[in-house]
Protein backbone atom coordinates (compact mmCIF):
# COMPACT_ATOMS: atom_id res chain seq x y z
CA UNK A 1 0.00 0.00 0.00
CA UNK A 2 2.94 2.47 1.06
CA UNK A 3 4.69 1.66 -1.87
CA UNK A 4 1.73 2.01 -4.20
CA UNK A 5 1.16 5.83 -2.35
CA UNK A 6 4.92 6.42 -3.18
CA UNK A 7 4.39 6.37 -6.82
CA UNK A 8 0.66 7.85 -7.20
CA UNK A 9 1.63 11.05 -8.62
CA UNK A 10 3.51 8.73 -11.54
CA UNK A 11 0.25 6.55 -11.73
CA UNK A 12 -2.30 10.02 -11.90
CA UNK A 13 -0.42 11.53 -14.69
CA UNK A 14 0.03 8.35 -16.68
CA UNK A 15 -3.52 7.63 -16.41
CA UNK A 16 -4.29 11.36 -17.24
CA UNK A 17 -1.98 11.07 -20.34
CA UNK A 18 -3.90 7.64 -21.49
CA UNK A 19 -7.42 9.49 -21.67
CA UNK A 20 -5.80 12.88 -23.27
CA UNK A 21 -7.14 13.53 -26.83
CA UNK A 22 -4.32 13.55 -29.49
CA UNK A 23 -4.77 16.33 -32.47
CA UNK A 24 -6.55 14.54 -35.14
CA UNK A 25 -4.48 13.47 -38.37
CA UNK A 26 -5.77 16.48 -40.58
CA UNK A 27 -4.16 19.05 -37.71
CA UNK A 28 -0.77 17.05 -38.28
CA UNK A 29 -0.97 17.55 -41.94
CA UNK A 30 -1.82 21.21 -41.96
CA UNK A 31 0.83 22.04 -39.50
CA UNK A 32 3.23 20.08 -42.04
CA UNK A 33 1.90 21.89 -45.13
CA UNK A 34 2.42 24.95 -43.58
CA UNK A 35 5.59 24.17 -42.45
CA UNK A 36 6.40 23.94 -46.24
CA UNK A 37 5.45 26.61 -47.93
CA UNK A 38 8.15 28.26 -47.60
CA UNK A 39 10.39 25.91 -49.79
CA UNK A 40 7.73 24.96 -52.26
CA UNK A 41 7.62 28.92 -52.75
CA UNK A 42 10.93 28.80 -53.20
CA UNK A 43 10.94 25.63 -55.51
CA UNK A 44 8.02 27.60 -57.58
CA UNK A 45 9.53 30.37 -58.72
CA UNK A 46 12.46 28.42 -59.85
CA UNK A 47 10.27 25.98 -61.67
CA UNK A 48 8.42 29.21 -63.18
CA UNK A 49 11.91 30.66 -64.18
CA UNK A 50 12.96 27.23 -65.70
CA UNK A 51 10.02 27.02 -67.44
CA UNK A 52 10.63 30.66 -69.18
CA UNK A 53 14.16 30.16 -69.84
CA UNK A 54 12.81 26.52 -71.40
CA UNK A 55 10.83 28.73 -73.45
CA UNK A 56 13.39 30.98 -74.77
CA UNK A 57 15.45 28.25 -75.57
CA UNK A 58 12.75 26.87 -77.15
CA UNK A 59 12.36 30.21 -79.66
CA UNK A 60 15.95 30.44 -80.16
CA UNK A 61 16.83 26.80 -81.46
CA UNK A 62 13.10 27.06 -83.74
CA UNK A 63 14.66 29.89 -85.55
CA UNK A 64 18.50 28.09 -85.57
CA UNK A 65 16.49 25.39 -87.54
CA UNK A 66 14.06 27.26 -89.44
CA UNK A 67 17.66 29.40 -90.60
CA UNK A 68 19.21 25.62 -91.46
CA UNK A 69 16.43 24.48 -93.73
CA UNK A 70 16.68 28.26 -95.47
CA UNK A 71 20.09 27.60 -95.98
CA UNK A 72 20.12 24.05 -97.21
CA UNK A 73 17.13 25.39 -99.94
CA UNK A 74 19.02 27.96 -100.66
CA UNK A 75 21.77 25.83 -101.84
CA UNK A 76 20.09 23.37 -103.56
CA UNK A 77 18.33 26.27 -105.96
CA UNK A 78 21.44 28.57 -106.34
CA UNK A 79 22.58 29.12 -109.70
CA UNK A 80 26.73 28.37 -110.52
CA UNK A 81 28.27 31.36 -110.56
CA UNK A 82 27.62 33.38 -113.83
CA UNK A 83 31.34 33.95 -115.72
CA UNK A 84 31.42 37.51 -117.53
CA UNK A 85 32.83 37.23 -121.45
CA UNK A 86 34.18 40.62 -122.67
CA UNK A 87 33.96 41.60 -126.09
CA UNK A 88 37.96 40.75 -126.49
CA UNK A 89 37.72 37.19 -124.87
CA UNK A 90 34.74 37.06 -127.73
CA UNK A 91 36.46 38.44 -130.92
CA UNK A 92 39.69 36.13 -128.95
CA UNK A 93 37.85 32.81 -128.33
CA UNK A 94 35.40 32.75 -130.81
CA UNK A 95 35.98 32.51 -134.88
CA UNK A 96 34.86 35.72 -136.78
CA UNK A 97 31.98 34.50 -139.17
CA UNK A 98 31.63 37.46 -141.90
CA UNK A 99 28.11 36.16 -142.98
CA UNK A 100 25.57 32.91 -141.37
CA UNK A 101 23.73 32.52 -144.67
CA UNK A 102 26.61 31.24 -147.07
CA UNK A 103 28.12 28.26 -148.52
CA UNK A 104 30.27 27.88 -145.65
CA UNK A 105 30.13 25.39 -143.00
CA UNK A 106 29.63 26.97 -139.40
CA UNK A 107 30.40 24.86 -136.63
CA UNK A 108 27.30 23.36 -135.27
CA UNK A 109 28.12 23.83 -131.92
CA UNK A 110 28.53 27.95 -132.25
CA UNK A 111 25.92 28.56 -134.85
CA UNK A 112 22.32 28.37 -134.46
CA UNK A 113 19.65 29.55 -136.58
CA UNK A 114 18.48 32.98 -136.40
CA UNK A 115 14.99 33.03 -138.88
CA UNK A 116 14.43 36.57 -140.98
CA UNK A 117 17.58 38.55 -139.40
CA UNK A 118 20.58 39.81 -141.54
CA UNK A 119 23.79 38.45 -140.49
CA UNK A 120 25.78 41.43 -141.23
CA UNK A 121 28.83 42.09 -138.21
CA UNK A 122 26.97 39.60 -136.31
CA UNK A 123 28.45 36.78 -134.53
CA UNK A 124 26.69 32.97 -133.39
CA UNK A 125 25.34 32.94 -129.58
CA UNK A 126 27.90 31.84 -127.13
CA UNK A 127 27.38 29.61 -124.03
CA UNK A 128 28.66 30.98 -120.41
CA UNK A 129 31.39 29.02 -118.80
CA UNK A 130 30.92 26.74 -115.18
CA UNK A 131 27.55 26.30 -115.80
CA UNK A 132 27.50 22.57 -116.09
CA UNK A 133 24.22 22.74 -115.45
CA UNK A 134 22.48 24.78 -117.39
CA UNK A 135 22.42 26.75 -120.60
CA UNK A 136 22.71 30.21 -120.95
CA UNK A 137 23.11 32.82 -124.02
CA UNK A 138 24.51 35.66 -124.13
CA UNK A 139 23.77 38.85 -125.72
CA UNK A 140 24.34 42.81 -125.78
CA UNK A 141 21.92 45.53 -124.74
CA UNK A 142 22.39 46.77 -128.29
CA UNK A 143 19.28 44.60 -129.56
CA UNK A 144 15.93 46.02 -130.00
CA UNK A 145 13.85 43.52 -129.82
CA UNK A 146 14.13 39.82 -129.53
CA UNK A 147 11.75 37.30 -130.24
CA UNK A 148 11.99 34.38 -127.38
CA UNK A 149 11.17 31.64 -130.10
CA UNK A 150 14.22 32.30 -132.16
CA UNK A 151 17.65 31.87 -131.61
CA UNK A 152 19.86 35.01 -130.48
CA UNK A 153 23.07 36.30 -132.32
CA UNK A 154 25.74 39.20 -130.52
CA UNK A 155 26.33 41.89 -132.32
CA UNK A 156 29.94 42.17 -130.88
CA UNK A 157 30.83 45.83 -133.03
CA UNK A 158 28.51 47.73 -130.21
CA UNK A 159 28.86 44.94 -127.36
CA UNK A 160 29.42 46.26 -123.52
CA UNK A 161 30.33 43.84 -121.17
CA UNK A 162 28.52 45.60 -118.25
CA UNK A 163 25.07 45.28 -120.14
CA UNK A 164 25.60 41.81 -121.31
CA UNK A 165 22.52 39.38 -120.25
CA UNK A 166 21.74 36.08 -120.15
CA UNK A 167 18.79 34.43 -119.77
CA UNK A 168 17.55 30.24 -119.83
CA UNK A 169 17.89 28.49 -123.09
CA UNK A 170 14.74 26.11 -122.83
CA UNK A 171 12.54 28.72 -121.02
CA UNK A 172 12.80 31.06 -124.46
CA UNK A 173 12.35 28.19 -126.93
CA UNK A 174 9.25 27.47 -124.70
CA UNK A 175 7.81 30.84 -123.95
CA UNK A 176 7.26 32.31 -127.46
CA UNK A 177 7.27 36.28 -125.93
CA UNK A 178 8.99 39.18 -127.17
CA UNK A 179 11.32 41.06 -124.61
CA UNK A 180 10.71 44.56 -125.06
CA UNK A 181 13.83 47.22 -125.64
CA UNK A 182 13.38 48.31 -122.02
CA UNK A 183 13.81 45.09 -120.57
CA UNK A 184 17.19 44.48 -122.59
CA UNK A 185 18.59 48.03 -122.01
CA UNK A 186 18.09 48.13 -118.26
CA UNK A 187 21.61 48.49 -116.13
CA UNK A 188 21.12 45.92 -114.51
CA UNK A 189 21.39 42.24 -115.41
CA UNK A 190 18.11 40.12 -115.30
CA UNK A 191 17.29 36.57 -115.95
CA UNK A 192 14.36 35.80 -118.11
CA UNK A 193 12.89 33.64 -115.11
CA UNK A 194 12.71 36.99 -113.08
CA UNK A 195 11.25 39.35 -116.60
CA UNK A 196 8.93 36.35 -116.73
CA UNK A 197 7.73 36.11 -113.12
CA UNK A 198 4.46 38.06 -111.85
CA UNK A 199 5.33 41.31 -110.28
CA UNK A 200 6.59 40.68 -106.66
CA UNK A 201 4.70 41.71 -103.91
CA UNK A 202 4.95 44.57 -101.54
CA UNK A 203 6.65 44.46 -98.38
CA UNK A 204 4.29 45.57 -96.44
CA UNK A 205 0.98 43.01 -95.82
CA UNK A 206 -2.04 43.19 -93.89
CA UNK A 207 -4.22 40.13 -93.14
CA UNK A 208 -7.44 40.51 -91.55
CA UNK A 209 -8.64 37.16 -89.83
CA UNK A 210 -11.10 35.15 -87.88
CA UNK A 211 -9.70 32.55 -85.68
CA UNK A 212 -12.53 29.89 -83.70
CA UNK A 213 -10.20 28.64 -80.97
CA UNK A 214 -10.19 25.36 -78.80
CA UNK A 215 -9.85 26.36 -74.97
CA UNK A 216 -8.92 24.86 -72.26
CA UNK A 217 -7.11 25.20 -68.65
CA UNK A 218 -3.94 23.69 -67.14
CA UNK A 219 -4.89 24.07 -63.10
CA UNK A 220 -2.86 24.20 -60.81
CA UNK A 221 -3.17 23.84 -56.55
CA UNK A 222 -2.09 26.95 -54.92
CA UNK A 223 0.49 26.97 -52.47
CA UNK A 224 -1.13 29.21 -50.16
CA UNK A 225 -4.53 27.85 -50.26
CA UNK A 226 -5.74 26.12 -46.66
CA UNK A 227 -7.55 23.66 -49.02
CA UNK A 228 -6.12 20.95 -51.51
CA UNK A 229 -7.98 19.55 -54.28
CA UNK A 230 -9.07 22.82 -55.71
CA UNK A 231 -7.72 22.22 -59.39
CA UNK A 232 -9.46 19.16 -59.58
CA UNK A 233 -13.20 19.84 -58.45
CA UNK A 234 -13.09 23.29 -61.11
CA UNK A 235 -11.95 20.95 -64.15
CA UNK A 236 -14.30 19.09 -63.48
CA UNK A 237 -17.48 21.45 -62.71
CA UNK A 238 -16.47 24.11 -65.79
CA UNK A 239 -17.17 23.53 -69.08
CA UNK A 240 -15.59 25.77 -72.06
CA UNK A 241 -17.75 27.21 -74.48
CA UNK A 242 -17.67 28.77 -78.30
CA UNK A 243 -14.19 30.76 -78.07
CA UNK A 244 -12.15 33.07 -80.95
CA UNK A 245 -9.86 34.99 -81.58
CA UNK A 246 -10.22 37.88 -84.07
CA UNK A 247 -7.92 41.39 -85.39
CA UNK A 248 -5.47 42.14 -87.99
CA UNK A 249 -1.74 41.49 -88.48
CA UNK A 250 1.01 43.46 -90.26
CA UNK A 251 4.04 41.63 -91.71
CA UNK A 252 6.74 42.84 -93.04
CA UNK A 253 8.97 41.10 -95.58
CA UNK A 254 12.69 41.15 -95.05
CA UNK A 255 13.84 38.87 -97.88
CA UNK A 256 11.90 36.43 -100.07
CA UNK A 257 11.50 33.76 -96.72
CA UNK A 258 11.71 35.69 -93.76
CA UNK A 259 9.51 38.37 -92.27
CA UNK A 260 8.39 39.54 -88.98
CA UNK A 261 4.73 40.17 -88.13
CA UNK A 262 2.51 42.03 -85.42
CA UNK A 263 -1.02 43.68 -84.99
CA UNK A 264 -3.69 43.81 -82.61
CA UNK A 265 -5.77 40.78 -81.77
CA UNK A 266 -9.09 40.61 -79.46
CA UNK A 267 -9.53 37.27 -77.65
CA UNK A 268 -12.75 36.20 -75.92
CA UNK A 269 -12.95 32.75 -73.74
CA UNK A 270 -16.23 31.69 -72.40
CA UNK A 271 -16.42 28.79 -69.74
CA UNK A 272 -20.19 27.86 -68.20
CA UNK A 273 -19.92 26.73 -64.27
CA UNK A 274 -22.03 23.88 -63.01
CA UNK A 275 -24.28 24.55 -60.23
CA UNK A 276 -22.19 24.20 -57.20
CA UNK A 277 -23.17 25.93 -53.05
CA UNK A 278 -21.29 29.22 -52.10
CA UNK A 279 -20.72 30.39 -48.90
CA UNK A 280 -20.76 33.93 -46.96
CA UNK A 281 -17.62 35.32 -45.95
CA UNK A 282 -15.84 39.04 -45.42
CA UNK A 283 -15.08 40.26 -48.79
CA UNK A 284 -12.10 42.91 -48.95
CA UNK A 285 -13.61 45.98 -47.70
CA UNK A 286 -15.02 44.24 -44.40
CA UNK A 287 -18.71 43.29 -45.57
CA UNK A 288 -19.61 39.90 -45.89
CA UNK A 289 -20.88 38.73 -49.18
CA UNK A 290 -21.08 35.29 -50.92
CA UNK A 291 -18.28 34.52 -53.07
CA UNK A 292 -18.18 32.45 -55.82
CA UNK A 293 -14.77 30.70 -57.29
CA UNK A 294 -13.93 29.81 -60.73
CA UNK A 295 -10.92 28.90 -62.06
CA UNK A 296 -9.86 32.15 -63.49
CA UNK A 297 -10.63 34.35 -60.53
CA UNK A 298 -14.08 35.05 -57.71
CA UNK A 299 -16.37 37.01 -57.39
CA UNK A 300 -18.25 38.56 -54.57
CA UNK A 301 -22.55 38.27 -54.66
CA UNK A 302 -25.22 40.13 -52.32
CA UNK A 303 -28.34 39.38 -53.38
CA UNK A 304 -30.98 41.72 -54.42
CA UNK A 305 -33.64 39.89 -52.09
CA UNK A 306 -33.00 38.80 -48.83
CA UNK A 307 -31.53 39.99 -45.48
CA UNK A 308 -27.76 40.61 -44.87
CA UNK A 309 -26.03 37.50 -44.66
CA UNK A 310 -23.74 36.35 -41.53
CA UNK A 311 -20.53 34.78 -42.12
CA UNK A 312 -21.17 30.66 -43.06
CA UNK A 313 -24.61 31.20 -45.14
CA UNK A 314 -25.32 29.43 -48.02
CA UNK A 315 -26.86 29.62 -51.66
CA UNK A 316 -26.89 27.40 -54.61
CA UNK A 317 -26.32 28.51 -57.79
CA UNK A 318 -28.04 27.23 -60.97
CA UNK A 319 -25.86 27.97 -63.48
CA UNK A 320 -22.81 30.31 -63.77
CA UNK A 321 -21.41 31.86 -67.28
CA UNK A 322 -17.63 33.62 -67.52
CA UNK A 323 -16.56 35.59 -69.98
CA UNK A 324 -13.27 36.82 -70.65
CA UNK A 325 -11.42 39.09 -73.33
CA UNK A 326 -8.11 39.96 -73.79
CA UNK A 327 -6.43 42.35 -76.25
CA UNK A 328 -3.14 41.32 -77.25
CA UNK A 329 -0.39 42.36 -79.22
CA UNK A 330 1.94 39.65 -80.72
CA UNK A 331 5.54 39.80 -82.11
CA UNK A 332 6.53 36.89 -84.10
CA UNK A 333 9.29 35.67 -86.73
CA UNK A 334 7.68 33.79 -89.54
CA UNK A 335 10.04 31.90 -92.28
CA UNK A 336 8.36 31.45 -95.55
CA UNK A 337 8.94 28.38 -98.14
CA UNK A 338 7.50 29.06 -101.40
CA UNK A 339 5.81 26.46 -103.65
CA UNK A 340 4.46 28.28 -106.88
CA UNK A 341 1.12 29.75 -105.92
CA UNK A 342 1.54 28.41 -102.89
CA UNK A 343 3.78 28.98 -99.87
CA UNK A 344 4.18 26.85 -96.91
CA UNK A 345 5.12 29.33 -93.54
CA UNK A 346 5.86 28.63 -90.09
CA UNK A 347 5.91 31.14 -87.20
CA UNK A 348 7.42 31.88 -83.43
CA UNK A 349 6.97 34.33 -81.17
CA UNK A 350 5.15 36.11 -77.99
CA UNK A 351 2.34 37.80 -76.99
CA UNK A 352 1.51 40.44 -74.35
CA UNK A 353 -2.28 39.89 -73.50
CA UNK A 354 -4.41 43.22 -71.60
CA UNK A 355 -7.27 41.86 -69.90
CA UNK A 356 -10.65 44.03 -71.26
CA UNK A 357 -13.45 42.46 -69.28
CA UNK A 358 -13.68 39.68 -66.81
CA UNK A 359 -17.46 39.40 -66.05
CA UNK A 360 -18.61 36.34 -63.88
CA UNK A 361 -23.27 36.15 -64.59
CA UNK A 362 -24.45 32.93 -61.87
CA UNK A 363 -28.39 32.13 -61.16
CA UNK A 364 -28.83 31.91 -57.59
CA UNK A 365 -32.10 29.86 -55.69
CA UNK A 366 -33.06 30.45 -52.43
CA UNK A 367 -35.68 28.43 -51.32
CA UNK A 368 -38.26 29.12 -54.12
CA UNK A 369 -37.17 32.19 -55.60
CA UNK A 370 -34.12 32.70 -58.26
CA UNK A 371 -32.42 35.74 -58.82
CA UNK A 372 -30.09 36.53 -61.44
CA UNK A 373 -26.38 38.24 -60.73
CA UNK A 374 -24.24 39.52 -62.51
CA UNK A 375 -20.21 40.19 -61.21
CA UNK A 376 -19.01 42.91 -63.92
CA UNK A 377 -15.05 43.20 -62.37
CA UNK A 378 -14.13 39.61 -61.00
CA UNK A 379 -11.30 39.68 -58.38
CA UNK A 380 -8.21 37.89 -58.98
CA UNK A 381 -7.68 37.67 -62.36
CA UNK A 382 -4.44 39.47 -63.98
CA UNK A 383 -4.54 42.69 -65.87
CA UNK A 384 -1.59 41.77 -67.94
CA UNK A 385 -0.06 38.41 -68.84
CA UNK A 386 2.73 36.81 -71.65
CA UNK A 387 1.99 33.66 -73.55
CA UNK A 388 4.27 31.92 -76.41
CA UNK A 389 2.38 31.52 -79.73
CA UNK A 390 3.38 29.27 -82.67
CA UNK A 391 1.90 27.94 -86.04
CA UNK A 392 2.33 26.62 -89.29
CA UNK A 393 0.38 27.19 -92.42
CA UNK A 394 -0.30 27.89 -96.13
CA UNK A 395 -0.46 30.84 -98.28
CA UNK A 396 -2.52 30.83 -101.52
CA UNK A 397 -2.23 33.62 -103.32
CA UNK A 398 -4.83 34.68 -105.92
CA UNK A 399 -3.09 37.70 -107.54
CA UNK A 400 0.16 39.22 -106.63
CA UNK A 401 -1.19 41.27 -103.99
CA UNK A 402 -4.20 39.40 -102.32
CA UNK A 403 -3.60 35.95 -101.02
CA UNK A 404 -5.85 33.69 -98.67
CA UNK A 405 -3.88 32.60 -95.30
CA UNK A 406 -4.80 29.48 -93.09
CA UNK A 407 -3.08 29.13 -90.10
CA UNK A 408 -3.58 26.29 -87.48
CA UNK A 409 -1.85 28.40 -84.20
CA UNK A 410 -0.88 27.30 -80.85
CA UNK A 411 -1.34 29.86 -77.68
CA UNK A 412 0.74 28.74 -74.38
CA UNK A 413 0.87 31.38 -71.10
CA UNK A 414 4.15 31.91 -70.09
CA UNK A 415 2.54 32.71 -66.39
CA UNK A 416 -0.77 32.16 -64.63
CA UNK A 417 -3.84 34.47 -65.45
CA UNK A 418 -4.75 35.03 -61.69
CA UNK A 419 -3.30 36.09 -58.52
CA UNK A 420 -4.31 35.65 -55.11
CA UNK A 421 -6.80 32.90 -56.13
CA UNK A 422 -7.59 29.26 -54.50
CA UNK A 423 -6.06 27.59 -58.16
CA UNK A 424 -3.02 28.78 -60.65
CA UNK A 425 -4.59 28.93 -64.02
CA UNK A 426 -2.72 28.96 -67.42
CA UNK A 427 -4.82 29.40 -70.22
CA UNK A 428 -4.35 27.06 -73.75
CA UNK A 429 -5.88 27.99 -77.13
CA UNK A 430 -5.90 26.24 -80.15
CA UNK A 431 -7.16 27.96 -83.27
CA UNK A 432 -7.51 28.13 -86.77
CA UNK A 433 -6.69 31.66 -87.97
CA UNK A 434 -8.29 32.36 -91.35
CA UNK A 435 -7.63 35.59 -93.21
CA UNK A 436 -7.09 37.44 -96.18
CA UNK A 437 -3.89 39.45 -96.46
CA UNK A 438 -3.39 42.15 -98.75
CA UNK A 439 0.10 43.09 -99.99
CA UNK A 440 1.72 46.30 -100.91
Known amino acids: MDESLHHIEETFYAALNDFAKSPRPEVWDHIAAQLDVTNMEVLEKKYTRTKRIVAVLFLLLFCCATYQVDIYF????????????????????????????????????????FDGATDRGRQPVIRSLNCPKYEWHFFPATLSCITARQDMLIDVSNAVSHTRRFFYNDKILSSGIILPEKSIKSGAPLGL?????????????????????????????????????????LKQKEKYEFSFTTGAIVQFRMSNHWSVESGLMQAITNIVVDPTKIYAQTDNS????????????????????????????????????QSLRYLSIPAALVYHLPLKKWQLQVSGGVSVNFLTRARLETT????????????????????????????????????????????????IPLEPINKFSTV????????????????F
Not at 200 to 206: D, E, L, T
Not at 286 to 313: E, F, H, V
Request: aromatic share 8%.
Open 193 to 233: HQLLAKPAPGKWSVIPFFSPDIAWYHLEDDLDASTPGNAQR
Open 74 to 113: RSKSAFTTRSEVTTSQVKKDQPKISAIHTGKEKPSSMLVS
Open 424 to 439: KTYPMTFGAVAGVKYS
Open 364 to 411: LENGAQTSVETIRKMEGVKCRYWSAVAGIGVTHDITSKIAVVLTPTLR
Open 286 to 321: GTIKYRLNTSSGYGYIQPASGGAPTIGDSLSTVLST
